[in-house]
């Protein structure tokens, strides 16, 4: 599965823009979150007010200042002039500084409160959500995706804003102090448009080659680091060294072609800037002999040029990374979108149950036109195991995750002590059960937390006990920090029996009524293994279990074995009931451990 790679700042280019109207009802979202800090936001919107309508100010007390210098008017005025013009920038900056603070504050506050939302959503779908979905591409919806927001959302929206006040003060200033010299100013506008629009057509191809070849690169790494021991094994290193570079390659000459694009920018800004400043000073001068402008208009105009040159360019980028974390915001409320787990009405709380349980002639499908489970009906009794049997692909697993109602039936019932499991809340059914699967998953915390995590209000003593039931306890004390040794990335750091052992030890430590194996298939060495079964059989006394049996002894020992064909039972009974009736078990038993096994 390859991870999103994080997104470059110019990688925006390479999304698809929103349609306008998916735009507003996002944008109109997003403000809801924004809508709560309101008093913030009209401050940050009076700041830029203020600190743009200075940068318009500015320029202009240093034309008069200038032209009163040539005047020749007393030098307090020209002192005073001056002083006038520090503060405003002064102030101007205060302003900047402040317009930043509470803008930042309003960002953080924001992609804080979508991000706890779409953690807590995430928490509440499906498992069929899950098993459609990318966890990598989930995981950038979490981070890329909302650094997007949050990168836009801190900076663009005050850029956006300053940038068209300062546009359209500019150009209203200049109009209002001369309307032929504005004109001729203007002439570079249409050249700055055209160049910009010849560069981002560039840029855009090669920055979606670079978010390809990058995100290929990614794939390829994440692959090569989860297989690298099947790498080694079978020295595969030269190979995959040879892979890595082509897709680097490819990665580096995507990336030269668009950073060279773009370093075109600042050199046609440079270039228009020094344009615009010969037309001022050429026209300008001119108009100024004629006696039709004064020269500290031209000086208010040199510093209006620029300011009318940097927002054009300004606005064309912040409007890409505004639709960019758009399409972000827009990804992330498609997820918050997606219905929960359904749940019934009247839904009731199950209380400590006995751990009757009864399937009656439930039929279930994962797609609609192909039946998965047909019409099965079993009954365990309280303390009872059941032996789940058959073939891959048979239904197994499916009927497991039916009883941990991961699915609903489609038809029949599961009842748990009589009761329906549709009318139950998911989490107090789950409360009654334990799950002990071939390759649970442990947390990268310390064993004892990992234990702990069946039940959170259970003591150190408890946490111990149940290692000791579960045989685990003696290689615990083994590692060098005991109880508190921290497994690194999903427990790798101790063997697959040892991780067997923690899990049934998590599953002791809860208690429940219903417990559910999925036997190892795995080859074990025979001592952990006898330690592993001798555990499973302690977690097991006095518990109703449901095994997914791949081994012998268990389904000995089981009091029903329920024989799964093609999602039909096919056939039930004790172990020597069904070698007896030289059936299907019969034959896959014969096949699965050898003729001596069974006889
Ligand atoms: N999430 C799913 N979406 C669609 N089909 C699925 C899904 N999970 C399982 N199936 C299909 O349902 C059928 C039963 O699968 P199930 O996993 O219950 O079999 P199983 O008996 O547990 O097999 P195994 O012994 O290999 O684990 C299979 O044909 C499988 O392809």
């Known amino acids: ?156 929206i005050i850029q956006f804003t300053t940038s068209i006040l300062t546009l359209v003060g500019t150009i209203g200033m200049m109009v209002w102090l001369s309307p032929v010299l504005t004109l001729l100013t203007l002439t570079i506008v249409p050249i700055l448009i055209f160049g910009m629009k010849w560069i981002t057509k560039r840029t855009s191809v090669y920055f979606k080659d670079q978010q390809k070849h990058l995100g290929d690169m990614n794939g390829y790494i994440e692959e090569s680091l989860s297989g690298h021991s099947i790498i080694k094994l079978f020295s595969r290193e030269k190979e995959t060294i040879d892979q890595f570079n082509e897709k680097n390659e490819q990665l580096k000459r995507a990336g030269y072609w668009a950073q060279t694009y773009t370093g075109f920018i600042p050199k046609l800004m440079n270039m228009l800037n020094n344009v615009s400043f010969a037309i001022i000073v050429g026209a300008g001068g001119y108009l100024a002999v004629q006696g039709s402008i004064s020269v500290g208009v031209i000086v208010t105009f040199t510093t209006y040029s620029r ?96 009883l941990l109602r991961f699915y609903d039936p489609d038809s029949g019932r599961i009842l748990i002590d009589g009761k329906d499991t549709k009318r139950v809340n998911r989490e107090s059914l789950r409360e009654q059960m334990a799950v002990v699967l071939q390759d649970s998953f442990l947390f990268e915390k310390s064993i004892r937390e990992n234990i702990r995590y069946g039940r959170l209000g259970a003591t150190d003593e408890e946490v111990e006990q149940a290692a000791r039931e579960a045989n685990a306890h003696s290689f615990i004390c083994k590692l060098p920090n005991g109880y508190d040794t921290v497994l690194q990335s999903s427990g790798s750091s101790i063997s697959q029996g040892q991780r067997q052992l923690l899990s049934i030890a998590r599953a002791m430590v809860k208690d429940p009524s219903i417990l559910i194996l999925d036997e190892a298939t795995s080859s074990i060495d025979t001592l952990t293994e006898m330690k592993i079964n001798d555990a499973l059989k302690t977690l097991m006394k006095g518990r109703t279990s449901f095994v997914i049996a791949h081994r012998l002894n268990t389904i000995y020992q089981a009091d029903q074995i329920i024989v799964l064909q093609n999602g039909s039972i096919i056939e039930r009974g004790t172990h020597d009931e069904l070698v007896e009736q030289n059936g299907f078990y019969r034959s896959l038993v014969d096949v699965q451990f050898g003729q001596q096994a069974v006889d």
Do not use: C
């Not at 009731?348 to 489970?373: C, I, P």
């Not at 009906?377 to 039916?402: D, F, Y």
């Open 1 to 156: 599965m390859s991870r999103t790679p994080k997104s470059h700042p110019h990688s925006r280019m390479g999304q698809k823009p929103p349609k306008i109207n998916d735009l507003k009802a996002t944008l109109k979202r997003v403000w809801t979150y924004i809508a709560g800090q309101r008093k913030r936001f009209v401050l940050v919107m009076l700041m830029v007010v203020i600190s743009s309508t200075l940068s318009l100010v500015g320029p202009y007390v240093l034309g008069v200042a200038v032209d009163r210098v040539i005047a020749k008017v007393e030098t307090t005025t020209l002192f005073q002039l001056f002083l006038g013009l520090a503060a405003i920038y002064i102030f101007q900056m205060v302003t900047l500084i402040l317009q930043n603070y509470w803008m930042i504050g309003i960002s953080q506050h924001t992609v804080y409160t979508i991000r706890n939302h779409l953690f807590a959503h995430l928490q509440k779908l499906s498992l069929s959500y899950f098993q459609k979905q990318q966890h990598g591409e989930l995981m950038s919806r979490l981070t890329n995706d909302m650094e997007n927001v949050s990168r836009t959302l801190n900076s663009s």
């Open 307 to 402: 300011q009318f040159t940097r927002p054009l360019n300004d606005l064309a980028n912040q409007f890409n990374m505004i639709l960019s974390a758009v399409a972000g915001a827009e990804r992330v409320f498609q997820v918050m979108d997606e219905e929960p787990e359904k749940t019934e009405k009247e839904e009731e709380s199950l209380q400590l149950v006995k751990g009757d349980v009864r399937f009656e002639s439930v039929s279930f499908s994962y797609e609609s036109d192909q039946a998965t489970l047909q019409g099965i009906t079993l009954h365990a009794k309280p303390g009872e195991t059941v032996a789940l049997v058959g073939p891959t692909g048979a239904g197994k697993t499916t009927i497991i995750s039916l």
